[in-house]
């Protein structure tokens, strides 16, 4: 700048005498003219900077894109960030019903959205080209060593030793269990419409049901009552923290830094759990929960796979089935409460096979033999779960570029989501889809059974849910004994059909019920 003034000041000034002239030369040139000259500068090539970046980012993302549908542009660096946050399932519907493929941005992550059937299944069976990765923070809290994201001989040594826990065998052993802390649960339940009989919220009522069941099925004794109260309370902080969207650092007062304290505290209790199953069936005991059938099995003379199972690894597992348990089975549970109330002649006709299975005594344990003559209960659970799937996608990440299909290939490191609601909802396979009918399922030739691969509730490939008969079980026990022990009415609300999706879906008042104890036969 002060060259310039000298350059104006000797070619635009006419000659003056030189004396007058040097003073001229020489008069100071004020600070703040030099140094708005120098902010002006740094803000011009800052704004350079911060333009071409943004210029770069809709480029990158174009790019990616190509012809899929989608947002032409997306909003700069966070993208779809604001859908995400408060996630709907008209906004989940408008995206699946804008292609089979479809893109979106949040957070500079490209994202392919596959709504169909094809698309999803081929993403969840292409392990070569994509991995789990459930949602960005879900490595920090469950740990990038868990056995849920692993792939290969690794996952392949886990899966054939777990699957060694859901035989009949074993599920034998789990529903005594069951059948036990469901009725505890049901006594408190009414003891507490009993004090205040006004419509109650489940949604957490449940969840601790299936919460403290499954911390006894999968570990019995070998946590204390507190340790199960401990993990139990702290568990929620982990489902809040695995939504789709969170703030991803791990500060004090976020999400997921609760969640991984909440880990913490769990894996010590799980990690004591493993610890002592293996000194119980060392000692010559019978097996008494998951844990210790675990053991057993390791010992078993057939059997050929992995045995180096360390107490952290065998607790990284029971931590990521207590997560499946609380939140996506607690989801099943809840909307079959909600389904039955809402639906009387289908509950009328539950309660029918009930009693006439049990020969009108309620009191009587449930059997797996009894399950076997329970048809429509079965049917009811899966159909339910059809109506209102618990997880209604699965995020996966490109591990390398994946030709998903002829004219488009997901680039590699992106997140592709496979849905499971479109296949679930079908109207080609499922005759009035929205509608809660069990006896599609009864039919042995119905659409619904001749296309089991549109039945993605519990997904499909290598890594589809290890505990489905687990699971159904579960939900099909406390509902027939629910049935039988007690009456409940529905507080319907204009948000009883609303859905709110945390990891999986809830009705979005909580379930409003009232129970009132059912007369004996």
């Not at 333009?51 to 542009?73: C, I, N």
């Not at 629910?482 to 008042?509: C, G």
Request: hydrophobic fraction near 40%; glycine fraction near 4%; charge should be neutral.
């Amino acid at each position: 700048m002060a060259s310039f003034i000298r350059q104006f000041t000797s070619s635009a000034i006419p000659p003056i005498p030189s004396s007058t002239s040097n003073s001229f030369v020489d008069i100071p040139i004020p600070s703040f003219i030099i140094s708005n000259s120098r902010s002006a500068t740094w803000l011009c090539t800052t704004a350079a900077i911060v333009g071409t970046l943004l210029l770069l980012e809709q480029f990158v993302y174009r790019s990616k894109k190509k012809h899929l549908p989608g947002d032409s542009w997306t909003i700069p660096i966070i993208g779809k960030l604001a859908d995400s946050m408060k996630p709907t399932m008209e906004g989940y519907m408008k995206q699946w019903n804008s292609g089979a493929l479809s893109a979106i941005s949040v957070f500079n992550i490209f994202i392919v959205m596959a709504s169909s059937n094809e698309y999803a299944r081929k993403i969840l069976n292409s392990p070569a080209h994509a991995e789990p990765c459930l949602v960005h923070s879900a490595k920090q809290i469950l740990m990038p060593d868990n056995w849920v994201f692993l792939n290969g001989k690794s996952h392949v040594a886990y899966r054939k030793v777990l699957n060694t826990l859901f035989t009949r065998k074993a599920l034998s052993i789990y529903i005594n269990i069951q059948d036990v802390i469901a009725r505890q649960h049901f006594s408190q339940w009414l003891a507490d419409a009993q004090k205040d009989p006004s419509p109650q919220a489940i949604m957490m009522t449940a969840r601790n049901l299936n919460m403290i069941t499954s911390l006894r099925v999968f570990c019995g004794n070998h946590i204390p009552e507190h340790g199960a109260v401990e993990i139990s309370e702290k568990y929620w902080d982990i489902t809040q923290a695995l939504e789709l969207v969170n703030f991803p650092l791990a500060l004090p007062g976020t999400k997921v830094y609760r969640a991984i304290q909440a880990r913490k505290a769990a894996i010590k209790w799980l990690e004591l759990a493993a610890s002592k199953a293996k000194t119980a069936i060392a000692n010559g005991c019978e097996p008494e929960c998951m844990l210790d059938e675990w053991v057993k099995e390791l010992e078993a003379p057939g059997y050929k796979g992995r045995k180096d199972f360390s107490d952290r690894e065998m607790a990284m597992v029971v931590f990521s089935f207590l997560f499946a348990s609380q939140d996506a089975m607690s989801s099943g549970l809840i909307y079959g409460f909600q389904h039955l109330a809402d639906h009387p002649d289908i509950l009328a006709k539950i309660r029918e096979e009930q009693y006439r299975v049990r020969a009108g005594d309620v009191e009587k344990p449930i059997t797996l033999e009894m399950l076997d003559q329970m048809p429509y209960l079965k049917a009811f659970v899966k159909e339910s779960m059809r109506v209102k799937p618990p997880v209604t996608m699965v995020p996966y990440r490109t591990t390398k570029a994946f030709p998903i299909s002829d004219d488009y290939t997901v680039p590699a490191n992106s997140m592709v989501i496979p849905s499971f609601y479109n296949s679930l909802h079908d109207p080609s396979v499922f005759p009035d889809h929205d509608q809660l009918n069990p006896d599609r399922w009864l039919d042995p030739n119905s659409s619904a059974n001749t296309n089991p691969r549109n039945y993605l509730v519990f997904g499909s490939g290598p890594h589809k849910c290890v505990g489905i008969e687990y699971a159904t079980m579960n939900i099909g026990l406390v509902l027939a004994t629910a049935s039988v022990l007690m009456n409940w009415e529905h507080h319907v609300t204009p948000e009883s059909d609303q859905v709110q999706i945390i990891a999986t879906l809830f009705p979005k008042d909580g379930c409003l019920m009232k129970f009132t104890p059912r007369p004996r036969p």
